[in-house]
């Protein structure tokens, strides 16, 4: 069967998009960066695609809010897109990566149908705790979840590096129907072995302060996911940052086994 191919959206301030292309092209899809305004001036390239990432970076420079002018633009020029992707038959993938969650989350698109919330935002990112930009690796864990990009993954061990990476939901009825339907498909966590944290855990272990120590959500149908760290920058072991005290090196890096994820479920 062909290789699926990737639409890996830029705009000006992205800068993640050549390493998020590399991961996927590694896990045997097609990848290809498109801008934004070529998109707008030619909606049909949608047509060619199969997955559409929101890579990481600082679209239009975070100005306002993070990745909300690219959500502007997206929601006013690019719906047709969004619904083919995100509404359409369960032939499509979207991911958004850090910055491209922020994106998805500013869509509503990654909390669509949270009836607890009413008419309401259901839930948010925003700045994290320390009020500034933290860059840092961090242990991550999964939990049962329908999210396609973490099928047969329990733990991973990624960097992250925002400023807006703060889950906070508007209330814990909310928070609670989001994990019941697993949909808070991958949280913060202290360290590889840990099980299950009920507690929001103190700052490195959960960076931002998030509600539930989450740090990926994914919609109702597992095919559309974000999440606030980085998992094309851990595609190859040499990437750890202990890569070379490490007793055993594996064959590859914890990051890559999503975009594999993404590859096989066309397949």
């Known amino acids: 069967m062909p290789s ?3 639409l890996v959206l830029r705009a000006p301030g992205t800068n993640c998009d050549e390493e998020t292309s590399h991961a996927f092209q590694r896990a045997g899809a097609t990848a290809e960066r498109v801008h934004v305004n070529r998109l707008i001036d030619n909606p049909a390239l949608k047509d060619r695609y199969q997955i559409l990432c929101l890579p990481g970076g600082f679209s239009y420079g975070d100005d306002i809010a993070a990745g909300r002018i690219l959500a502007t633009r997206m929601r006013k020029h690019l719906a047709e897109l969004l ?11 979207v991911l958004g990566i850090c910055n491209g969650m922020q994106v998805l989350m500013r869509l509503g698109v990654l909390t669509e149908g949270v009836a607890s919330a009413g008419n309401e935002q259901p839930a ?6 320390h009020g500034r930009f933290e860059d840092r690796w961090v242990h991550l864990a999964c939990d049962q979840t329908p999210c396609v990009f973490l099928r047969g993954i329990r733990h991973m061990y990624l960097p992250m ?6 889950f906070v939901a508007r209330s ?3 928070l609670d129907e989001l994990k019941s339907a697993g949909r808070l498909c991958l949280r913060y966590t202290s360290d590889e072995a840990s099980g299950v944290e009920d507690q929001v855990l103190d700052f490195p272990a959960n960076p931002n302060g998030a509600d539930a120590n989450v740090a990926g959500v994914c919609d109702a149908t597992g095919r559309v996911f974000g999440l606030m760290p980085h998992p094309e920058r851990h595609i190859d072991p040499t990437q750890h940052p202990f890569w070379t005290r490490r007793p055993t090196q594996p064959e590859d890096g914890d990051g890559l086994a999503m975009f594999r994820n993404a590859v096989d479920y066309f397949q």
């Open 124 to 129: 948010t990112l925003t700045w994290n705790n």
């Open 172 to 174: 814990p009825e909310v």
């Open 83 to 93: 619904d083919v992707f995100v509404h359409g038959n369960a032939d499509r993938l």
């Open 4 to 6: 699926p191919r990737v």
């Open 161 to 166: 590096a925002h400023a807006e990476g703060k």
